[in-house]
C-alpha cells in the first residue's frame, strides 16, 4: 500500500501544477486602440493595456483592428504572450 501512496500523491501534484499553469492564461478580444511598437504596449477600446515581450513580433497591428490577446498576469502588468488579428 505504501508503495502506492507516494507515487499517486507525486502524479496528483504534477497534475495540479500542470493544471494551475494553464488556468493562468487568459484570453482577450476587443479593438485596438492603440499600439506602440516601441514602448511594447498594446491599449484596447475597453482600455486594457498589455505589455509585449521583446520576442514579439507584429503581425500588423493598426488601431481599429479587432484582436484576440492571449496574456498572462505578471505582477501588476498583463503581459502577452500573442495577439492574433480576427478577420
Request: a positive charge; glycine letters at 8%; hydrophobic letters at 45%.
Amino acid at each position: 500500500m505504501r508503495k502506492l501512496l507516494a507515487p499517486a500523491a507525486i502524479a496528483i501534484m504534477l497534475a495540479a501544477s500542470g493544471f494551475a499553469s494553464a488556468a493562468a492564461m487568459q484570453h482577450a478580444t476587443g479593438t485596438v486602440k492603440t499600439f506602440d511598437a516601441k514602448g511594447m504596449t498594446l491599449t484596447l477600446d475597453d482600455g486594457s493595456t498589455y505589455s509585449l515581450s521583446k520576442k514579439f513580433k507584429d503581425p500588423g497591428i493598426k488601431a481599429g483592428e479587432k484582436v484576440t490577446v492571449n496574456w498572462e498576469q505578471s505582477g501588476s502588468k498583463k503581459m502577452a504572450d500573442e495577439v492574433k488579428i480576427m478577420k
